[in-house]
């Protein structure tokens, strides 16, 4: 959790597959949670909403998969 704003901060990779659609779906919505890291080879620069209209309007941007990126955000 961060200190902060007391959300547990996630990364969901895969985040345009099926599975990662939902937990993206499920999270979002989660008052605890703040997703930091949305990741997607194929789409990769792109926000997530522009990919999947119902995965939110956050400006959370899709990147490319990168373990720094991931621990640096955890």
Do not use: C, F, N, Q
């Not at 599975?19 to 997703?35: D, F, K, Q, W, Y």
């Not at 522009?50 to 720094?68: F, H």
């Amino acid at each position: 959790m961060t200190a902060a704003s007391g959300k547990a901060r996630v990364a969901v990779v895969g985040a345009t597959g099926y599975t990662g659609a939902e937990l993206v779906r499920v999270l979002s919505g989660h008052p605890a949670v703040e997703i930091s890291l949305a990741s997607s080879e194929r789409w990769a620069g792109r926000p997530i909403s522009e990919v999947d209209a119902g995965l939110g309007d956050g400006g959370l941007v899709l990147e490319k998969l990168d373990a720094r990126a991931v621990v640096e955000r955890a």
